[in-house]
């Protein structure tokens, strides 16, 4: 029969990870998107970290291509232990969805448990996301408060949270179907205002990494909105 596992130290000594998965369109990688995932990975304790850089949807405009972005993502983040650049998404030819990875992610990890990391202001969109029911149920969801976005007293959100939140971090592991809200230091900068930023011959080189400014700078990327 299978053995329940009822605390973190019976969790680990079954070899069981606990793998986050943070997606973002990094377009591009600021020192927020850093300071976001080093705040979050010293207040949880995740086993390991996939970085998810997202591909540009068919109806978006593609900004930079590719391995311009894979790289600058990879300058950013190269100081962070224990973390996966998963390029997947990026090279993906048609369109990504989430859950359509996150099955991937569970074959590939199959005794691990996973923690899908994202801001409020995704979040708050999660009922447009494809198959979103089942995503919600088949993942644990790890959402990072973000200033100027709350969730709406009746919304689809708030009804999710009602259902699924739990207040106590230790309970998302060997689970799935958990909603964590973890508060982080609040950080205004978003790469549109960066992209905006930049198109305008301002300097942005305080929002960004020194090596990922000076590629930028190098490669004229984001002059034009
Ligand atoms: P854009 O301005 O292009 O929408 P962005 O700065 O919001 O970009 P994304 O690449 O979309 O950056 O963000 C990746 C993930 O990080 C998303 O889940 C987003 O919600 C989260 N995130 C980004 N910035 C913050 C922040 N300041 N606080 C909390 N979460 C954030």
Redesign the pocket.
């Known amino acids: 029969m299978l053995k329940v596992i009822q605390t973190y130290e019976e969790f680990k000594i079954a070899n069981k990870k606990l793998i986050g998965i943070?997606?973002?369109?990094?377009?591009p990688i600021?020192k927020?998107?850093v300071q976001?995932i080093e705040n979050f990975l010293n207040l949880i304790d995740i086993d390991e970290l996939i970085v998810l850089p997202n591909g540009t949807p068919p109806h978006k405009e593609k900004r930079i291509n590719e391995l311009d972005k894979i790289k600058l993502v990879n300058i950013a983040l190269s100081h962070i232990n224990n973390l996966i650049i998963d390029e997947r998404e990026i090279k993906k030819r048609s369109p990504s969805y989430a859950y359509l990875t996150l099955k991937e992610i569970q074959k590939e990890n199959p005794n691990d448990t996973l923690v899908w990391i994202?801001?409020?202001?995704?979040f708050l969109e999660i009922e447009a996301w494809y198959e979103h029911e089942n995503f919600i149920e088949e993942v644990n969801l790890l959402i990072?408060?973000?200033p100027g976005y709350e969730v709406g007293e009746t919304s689809f959100a708030q009804n999710l949270l009602k259902a699924k939140r739990i207040t106590n971090f230790q309970e998302l592991k060997d689970s799935k179907g958990k909603i964590f809200i973890l508060p982080?230091d609040p950080?205004?900068?978003?790469?549109?205002?960066i992209r905006q930023l930049i198109a305008n011959n301002e300097d942005v080189s305080a929002l960004l990494d020194g090596d990922v400014y000076q590629f930028i700078k190098d490669q004229n990327l984001y002059k034009e909105q």
Do not use: A, N, P, Q
């Not at 943070?22 to 377009?27: K, L, Q, W």
């Not at 950080?187 to 205002?193: D, L, N, R, Y």
């Open positions: 943070f997606g973002g369109t990094f377009d600021h927020g998107h976001v994202m801001g409020m202001d995704s990072l408060e973000r982080i950080i205004e900068v978003t790469s549109t205002k």
